[in-house]
């Protein structure tokens, strides 16, 4: 069965950085185009980043564009959120996901659009 298990969470200071990973198991990887996604407390769940198959296109929410940074390790089934000056407003529950992709350039920015979540990973920015 698929699993994503996400892990690199943790509580920070305003101006700090994280690396956000998520293992895939169950899934041929190569095949998956991969996303991250946010909840904050009270809030919806929002985009953040995806990537493609191939790791060659890339996008990203308006609000972390410069400071985040998501990419993967297709030997190791692994997909990566690099997150630089954190602000307090990033604090949120942070989910991976993962849809086949259709064509290798695509990614997804839409939950709806994933068939597969983790169990999320807490990030908690202090001010």
């Known amino acids: 069965q698929v699993q994503l298990v996400e892990s690199g969470g943790g509580l920070v200071q305003a101006g700090a950085s994280l690396r956000l990973s998520c293992a895939a198991s169950?899934?041929?990887?190569?095949?998956?185009?991969m996303g991250w996604f946010r909840q904050a407390p009270g809030k919806e769940r929002e985009f953040v980043a995806a990537?493609?198959?191939?790791?060659?296109?890339?996008g990203y929410a308006d609000s972390v564009k410069g400071r985040f940074t998501i990419s993967r390790d297709n030997a190791k089934n692994t997909v990566y959120l690099q997150m630089n000056s954190l602000k307090p407003e990033d604090t949120a529950v942070y989910y991976c996901?993962?849809?086949?992709?259709?064509?290798?350039?695509?990614?997804?920015?839409?939950?709806?659009?994933?068939?597969?979540w983790g169990q999320g990973t807490q990030v908690t920015v202090s001010s």
């Open positions: 996901a993962a849809r086949r992709g259709l064509r290798s350039f695509s990614w997804y920015a839409g939950g709806y659009e994933y068939d597969y």
């Open positions: 169950g899934l041929t990887f190569t095949s998956y185009a």
């Open positions: 990537i493609s198959v191939g790791g060659g296109n890339i």
